[in-house]
């Protein structure tokens, strides 16, 4: 089976910044994205690692380390807009039983407080 | 563009009701993929397509059909509604399902309620 593990909530001030853990164990990778989804909302595209490293988008960053299972995803100068569910996923390859799949992580709902 | 269409929005059904959710995308996908979503559960993968014709099972298919018989099509048949078939359900478009750097598109959602 899959195993995509994140924190349930995390609370962090406005102005702050916050830290989304994700470890996964997967039978397979071919990349790591992040979604954010606000309440009532879809899931937008945040971010993707497929390198080990750090990929910078503007006030958000992500990490990835294949070789610890681990990804985590940086949100800076924390504002309102920014409480939302963050949702980690991992692109699984085909396997002898099925093609390839997008397999995602509970979620970790951050709240952003004045 | 209209993206990841998805209809209807809120449904409420009654226990042994069947109906299917209707999913369209316009932008040449491949790959087509149903989720539900449960507090606390994340995104659960119902069944996905790879191309019109082939569909395959996730992880939680019971109580669900699928058919691709066109590349922008993918409807969500609920065979014989059922409470536990309550919750938020979201189709996905992407070029690729499992290829590199290929994001996921979202369709807005469809909250059933199955009493």
């Known amino acids: 089976g899959q195993n995509i593990d994140q924190p349930t909530e995390m609370t962090a001030t406005e102005g702050a910044i916050v830290q989304i853990n994700c470890t996964y164990q997967?039978?397979?990778?071919?990349?790591l994205f992040w979604y954010q989804q606000h309440a009532g909302e879809a899931p937008t595209f945040l971010s993707y690692n497929v390198l080990d490293g750090l990929e910078e988008k503007g006030r958000f960053s992500s990490f990835l380390s294949r070789s610890k299972g681990y990804s985590y995803l940086l949100l800076k100068e924390l504002q309102m807009k920014d409480s939302a569910s963050y949702l980690c996923a991992v692109s699984v390859p085909p396997q002898t039983d099925s093609w390839g799949k997008l397999q995602f992580g509970a979620g970790t709902q951050v709240v952003v407080t004045p | 563009n209209a993206g990841v269409t998805q209809t209807p929005k809120f449904q409420v059904l009654k226990t042994g009701q069947s109906m299917t959710l209707q999913c369209a995308q316009d932008m040449n996908h491949e790959y087509m993929s149903w989720y539900r979503q449960d507090p606390g559960m994340g995104l659960r993968l119902i069944h996905y397509s790879v191309g019109a014709g082939i569909t395959d099972q996730g992880e939680v298919p019971n109580g669900y059909n699928v058919s691709r018989s066109t590349t922008e099509d993918f409807p969500l048949r609920l065979l014989s509604a059922a409470p536990s078939q309550t919750s938020v359900y979201f189709c996905a478009s992407s070029y690729s399902g499992w290829q590199a750097n290929t994001e996921a598109f979202f369709g807005q959602g469809t909250r059933l309620t199955v009493v």
């Open positions: 997967t039978s397979g990778f071919n990349g």
